[in-house]
Each structure stands twice: as C-alpha cells, then as structure tokens.
C-alpha cells in the first residue's frame, strides 16, 4: 500500500460496544496492529448512556435460574416481532454469539453479569436481559470493555480523533476500501488499513438524515448521543453500500418530558396502567414493547399520557439506574386520592376514578401467566410520559460475517460494519425494536467481526 501516513492491519471507527468488541477478539490475532479511532469519549457513547441490557438465549446465568432458552428461540421471538423474514439469517448468526460473549464478559473481562428475572419485555417468551449487578447501566459495561482495550498489547485506542472518509480504490469494476482518513490534532492523515470496522453507531442526532428516513421521528424528543450524525452509513452509501431498514429506530414511549428521563420499562409488565388527557386507558400497557409504545403516545391527543403504578411495583422497578434518575430529577410525584391525581395532572376527575376502579393490575414479573394484584391501592405514584427516539437502527447492508454489501450484491473489499451502522434486526419501523436488540448488534457483530479477522479473515476479505 503506498500514499498513507502510516499503516494498521485494523482501523476501527468508533469506540462504543461494536468498536471496543471487534478490536477485543481481532487482536486476540498477536500479530495484527489494530487501532480505534473514536471521535470523543467526552461526549460519549449510546452503549454507555444504555441500560446495558443484554439480551441472550442460552447462558448459564439463565439455567442455573431455571429459565429453558436457548438462542434459536430467542431468534425466533426477534423475527415474530421484527416481521423482517429477511433478517432471519443476521439475526440467527447474533443469537448464536450472544451467549458466548455475554459468558465471556463475566469469565474472562469479569464484567458482574446477571439475569434480569425482573426484566419482563414484550414479545421475550422468557426472561432473556442480562445485566450487571448493582444495575449501574452501560457506562459500567464501556469501563469493562475500554479496560481491556488498555491492556491489549497491539490495539491503539486514539480519542479524539474522528474518522472523516473512506480510502478505496475501484478494480475490475470492484470496490476495495483500504484505508481510513482520519482528523488528527485537527490535521487530515491518511491510514492504511487491511480492513476497516464501521462501528460508529446510526444517525440519531443527524436531522437532515432524520427527515429523509424516519420523519416519524421528527420533533420527538432525543434521547441519544450527540455523536450519532450517521457519518460511516454516510461513506457507505457514498462508495455504492446498499441500505436497509433505513426507517427503523428505538423509540421509546416512557420518557418523562420536561425531565428527559426514562421509566423503567418493566412497569407495564408489573400491572402499571396509562391514561390519556380524558382519564380513561387507551392501550394494553403489556402488549407492546417500549419502542412502538412510544408510536401509539405519539397518536394521543397531546402526544403525552400519564402512567400510574402502585408502592408494590415501585420496590421493583427501582432496581434500575433509569428509574434512579427519574427519582433523583422529581419526575414522579406519589398521590393520596383520584381527586388529588386528577388534579395535578388535570384529567377530568370522574372519568379518572372511574377507570381506577375499573382496573385490576395483573403481574407477569412473579408469575408469566399473570398474578391478579387486583385493584389499585393508594398512594398511587404517577408521571407524565411521552415519546422518544434513542438510537435509528437501519444502516449498511451486512452479511452474516459483516462484511458491507454493495449495492449490485457483492462484498465491498476489505469493508466491515455493526451496531448502528449496519442494517439492524428490528425490521423497517419503530415498531419492530425488541428489547437488547441493540446491543445485540453491537456486541454481536462487534464479536463476529473481530474473530473472522482473527481468524484469517483479513487474507479473504
Ligand atoms: C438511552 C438509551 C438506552 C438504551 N438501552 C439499551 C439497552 O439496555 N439494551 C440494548 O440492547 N440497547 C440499548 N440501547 C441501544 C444501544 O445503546 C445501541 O444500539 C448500541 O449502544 C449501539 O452500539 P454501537 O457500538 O453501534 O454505537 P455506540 O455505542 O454509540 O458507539 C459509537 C461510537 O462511535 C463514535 N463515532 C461516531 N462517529 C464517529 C466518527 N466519524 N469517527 C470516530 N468515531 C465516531 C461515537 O463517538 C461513539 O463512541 C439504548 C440506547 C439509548 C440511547
């Protein structure tokens, strides 16, 4: 390779979940070079403002809590929900791995790993998230992985230095990528690489790409890093990548607005209740997934709703870092009577009592084939929710080994992608986001790519 700076065998863009994973298992190889290019931890990562919920079919952490699953079952609920027959080969590849990293992360990087036996989500059969003891969130899974990236002999991780175009070259009609311009202490330098990772997530905080793709979205609040501007689907599309499932995003439907916080998802699950601005409910809380939850808000009148859940579904939901935060801002209130909610959140009082009195909170947390708690008891808490967009999920067509496809149907050379830059499993809406679908594309592809390099793949790519 000649007219480069300087050369690695791996040039990674971006340092979250997909980037860190891939670097990780590629430079298990002792004689590969691999460098992360990330463009600021300062302003992060969605991995590390996630839950860092990992959803996995098979793990020894769910056998020795009695929960019989495996991943093609897990596969089998993601394409039920996603309705993306398409996808079944992706998402069968990363159901495949998600087990072996999720034991990998606790055996071998001693990430704190357990089973969320109180993490019901819609469309799971089983309970499948996996997360860290104590509940920290993703920031505590970023630290694990940046961890080990610091003690790898042969991976750079270099901050602050964004990734700004691919380097590739078109012969006998193919294109082969082989390197990366990056924007070092502000200067341009060219990086040779045998293959290039995309790993620098979708296009959340782009609104120009926001508005072509997902005009849905538009106007809704963001709930994602600033750093997502879609730049590596941008260079994709740009060297003649196919897309897909480009209107696919997380949204989410219990964001507190005026507070930016989030509820903990498994509320609906324990027997919470919504209403809209008339008092009365307008949903089934435990038939949808948070994302296309966020679609059927959206629709309401004002596009808020008000959720209401008791003492007894509190204690639960408050074993998580999202509901911390929802505390520690005031986003929640604990009222004595339907009077006294009606009025702080102006619903017509009646309608509201009526409707109490009307509902029986079943559980499907203690008992999948739902617990009758029976009526609500008061005090009741209750918080305004609206609807959110976290992260867009469609990108760059990708083979099963990540490799980018171009549009004409064969691989781009030497060109890999994940995590929200790739193509995604969760179909071409908000609607078919099943919970960890995210990570799972992340850490998943992250893991695949990084072994086929290891494993000789960069002789073939
Ligand atoms: C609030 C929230 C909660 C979520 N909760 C969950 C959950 O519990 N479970 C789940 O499965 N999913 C969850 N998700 C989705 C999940 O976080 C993402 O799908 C996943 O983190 C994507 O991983 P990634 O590695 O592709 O991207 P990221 O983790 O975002 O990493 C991409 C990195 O690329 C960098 N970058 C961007 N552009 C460039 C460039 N040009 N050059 C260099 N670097 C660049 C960014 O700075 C960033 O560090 C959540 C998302 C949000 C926002």
Redesign the pocket.
Same mark, same amino acid.
């Given at each position: 390779m000649t007219g480069f700076d300087y050369e690695v065998d791996v040039a990674v863009?971006?340092? &979250?979940? +997909?980037?860190l994973m891939a670097a990780l298992r590629a430079a298990r190889d002792p004689g590969l070079v691999v460098a992360v290019? =990330?463009?600021?931890t300062k =302003?992060? +990562?969605?991995?590390q403002?996630?839950?860092?919920?990992l959803?996995a079919g098979g793990t020894r952490f769910q056998r020795e809590a009695g929960i019989d699953d495996s991943p093609e079952r897990h596969a089998a609920d993601i394409l039920a929900v996603n309705r993306d027959p398409d996808s079944a080969p992706i998402v069968h590849a990363l159901c495949r791995v998600a087990p072996r990293y999720v034991e990998w992360l606790a055996d071998e990087l001693g990430h704190p790993v357990e089973i969320g036996v109180d993490m019901a989500r819609s469309g799971q059969s089983v309970p499948r998230l996996h997360t860290d003891t104590g509940r920290a969130g &993703?920031g505590r899974l970023v630290a694990t992985l940046r961890k080990a990236v610091e003690s790898a002999d042969n991976i750079a991780f270099v901050d602050n230095t964004?990734?700004v175009g691919l380097i590739a070259e078109t012969a006998g009609g193919r294109v082969r990528v082989t390197g990366v311009e990056v924007l070092e202490n502000g200067e341009r330098r060219r990086v040779g690489a045998k293959a290039v990772v995309l790993?620098?997530?979708g296009f959340g905080n782009n609104p120009t790409m926001l508005a072509e793709y997902c005009p849905q979205a538009v106007g809704a609040f963001y &709930?994602?890093?600033s750093?997502?501007?879609g730049?590596?689907i941008s260079w994709g599309i740009g060297l003649g990548a196919a897309v897909r499932n480009m209107g696919a995003y $997380?949204g989410h439907g219990l964001v507190v607005p005026g507070h930016g916080t989030r509820l903990n998802p498994v509320l609906p699950f324990l027997g919470a209740l919504l209403v809209g601005v008339d008092g009365r409910r307008f949903v089934d809380e435990k038939a949808q997934g948070y994302s296309k939850l966020g679609r059927i808000i959206a629709g309401q009148p004002t596009g808020r709703a008000v959720l209401i859940w008791d003492e007894r579904m509190h204690e639960i939901a408050m074993n998580s870092e999202l509901m911390r935060e929802s505390a520690a801002a005031g986003a929640f209130a604990r009222y004595g009577s339907a009077a006294e909610l009606a009025a702080a959140f102006s619903l017509p009082e009646q309608a509201l009592a009526e409707t109490l009195a009307a509902f029986r909170a079943v559980s499907v947390v203690e008992d999948p084939s739902g617990f009758d708690h029976g009526p609500l008891e008061f005090p009741l808490l209750a918080a305004w929710v609206t609807h959110g967009i976290?992260?867009t999920q469609g990108g760059l067509v990708v083979d099963t080994t990540g490799r980018v496809r171009h549009r004409d149907g064969g691989p781009i050379a030497n060109l890999y992608a994940g &995590?929200?830059?790739a193509c995604g499993i969760s179909g071409p809406s908000a609607e078919g986001y099943m919970?960890?679908?995210? $990570? $799972?594309?992340?850490l998943g592809f992250g893991w695949i790519i990084g072994d086929h390099l290891a494993g000789g793949g960069l002789k073939a790519a």
């Open positions: 863009v971006g340092g &979250g979940a +997909c980037g290019y =990330e463009k600021s =302003e992060g +990562c969605n991995t403002f996630s839950s860092g919920s959803a &993703g964004p990734g790993a620098a997530d &709930g994602g890093v750093t997502s501007t730049d590596a $997380l976290l992260t &995590g929200g830059s919970s960890g679908n995210g $990570l $799972l594309s992340a």
